[in-house]
Structure formats: C-alpha cells, structure tokens
C-alpha cells in the first residue's frame, strides 16, 4: 500500500523504511518552488533533522526506483514550518503562509491546552485530598476503604492464582517436549 501527502496539490510518495517512514527531501522543494541544494543544506546543518538525513532507495513518482536523499515523515512538517515564505513559488505563498499560522495554532494549543490541563487535574487532587481529609473520621468513609483494601487484597490473590495456573500449564508443556 502506498501512502502519500500532498505539497502544493503534488502527490508525495511516503516509504516505509524498516519502522520508519520517510518522504524524498527534492519533490517537495519542487512542488513549492524552493531551492533543492539549499534546502537540503539548511536540513543537513540543522541540530535536530540533520541526524536524520540519509540517501535510501526509493519508489519515485515515476515508478522506478533510485537513491534520493530523504527525512523521516514525522520531521517533514516541522521542516516545512521553516521555509521562508518570501523564497517560494509565489503561486503558493499564500499557501505556506496559511499553513505556518496553523502551525503556530497547533503549537498554541498543545502547549496551553496541556498545562491547562494539568493545572485544572491537579486542582481536582487538591479538593480530593481536602474532601477525604474531612472524612477519615466518618464510619462511612472507613468502611469504603476497608472494602476498597479487601478488593485489592482479593485481586492479588486472584492474579497469584492466574500466575500458578499458567506455570502449571507451561510445566505441563515443558515435560511434553
């Protein structure tokens, strides 16, 4: 199964290198009208992408294969992200210029979106410990947690069982063979 992404309205071949997929570094720069050479040494002095860079044999839009120099697909958008608007193709810059506020919005929203998070589960915790705190002394809430021991405490025992069943089971097996 071939997968794709599309630049620029381009069909990009993705290729699945062991666990890896990676997109050919030149037909991108091609699809959005920048410098292949300079992209491909701003990728290679870049402190984190360089690493990836690598020359592999790959399936190229016309069918045959040939060596090209590639980046894995999870670097490719983060690339892109960095290519100056003013430097490509300027049929597509406005293009590239919406695609970098994306970006910028994604980057927004995990970032705040997390620690928002965080903060309003941590807030929860808080109450939590307050609201058990108060309770401790309630029969109620001490009969809840002796329960709750007595199900952990079966549950253990439960998995010890599991566990001597399935050695029984491998014994049984190992005196087979």
Do not use: H
């Given at each position: 199964?071939t997968k794709?992404?599309?630049?620029?309205?381009?069909?990009?071949?993705?290729?699945?290198?062991?666990?890896?997929?990676?997109?050919?570094?030149?037909?991108?720069?091609?699809?959005?009208?920048?410098s292949y050479?300079?992209?491909?040494?701003?990728?290679?002095?870049?402190?984190?992408?360089?690493?990836?860079?690598?020359?592999?044999?790959?399936?190229?839009?016309?069918?045959?294969?040939?060596?090209?120099?590639?980046?894995?697909?999870?670097?490719?958008?983060?690339?892109?992200?960095?290519?100056?608007?003013?430097?490509?193709?300027?049929?597509?810059?406005?293009?590239?210029?919406?695609?970098?506020?994306?970006?910028?919005?994604?980057?927004?929203?995990?970032?705040?979106?997390?620690?928002?998070?965080?903060?309003?589960?941590?807030?929860?915790?808080?109450?939590?410990?307050?609201?058990?705190?108060?309770?401790e002394e309630?029969?109620?809430?001490?009969?809840?947690?002796?329960?709750?021991?007595?199900?952990?405490?079966?549950?253990?025992?439960?998995?010890?069982?599991?566990?001597?069943?399935?050695?029984?089971?491998?014994?049984?097996?190992?005196?087979?063979?």
């Amino acid at each position: 199964m071939t997968k794709t992404i599309s630049v620029n309205n381009q069909q990009i071949i993705i290729t699945k290198i062991g666990t890896t997929d990676y997109v050919a570094v030149k037909p991108i720069c091609e699809a959005i009208g920048v410098s292949y050479p300079r992209q491909f040494k701003k990728l290679k002095e870049s402190t984190i992408i360089g690493s990836t860079v690598a020359e592999k044999a790959i399936v190229a839009s016309d069918g045959n294969t040939r060596k090209m120099i590639v980046i894995p697909l999870r670097y490719v958008f983060g690339w892109l992200f960095t290519i100056n608007e003013n430097k490509v193709d300027p049929s597509i810059k406005d293009q590239v210029i919406n695609y970098k506020r994306q970006c910028y919005d994604a980057l927004f929203d995990t970032f705040t979106s997390r620690s928002k998070i965080l903060k309003e589960r941590t807030e929860y915790q808080i109450e939590i410990d307050k609201l058990e705190a108060s309770l401790e002394e309630d029969e109620r809430y001490k009969k809840i947690k002796e329960l709750k021991s007595n199900i952990k405490n079966a549950s253990q025992r439960l998995n010890n069982i599991d566990k001597e069943q399935i050695n029984a089971q491998y014994d049984i097996f190992q005196g087979q063979q």
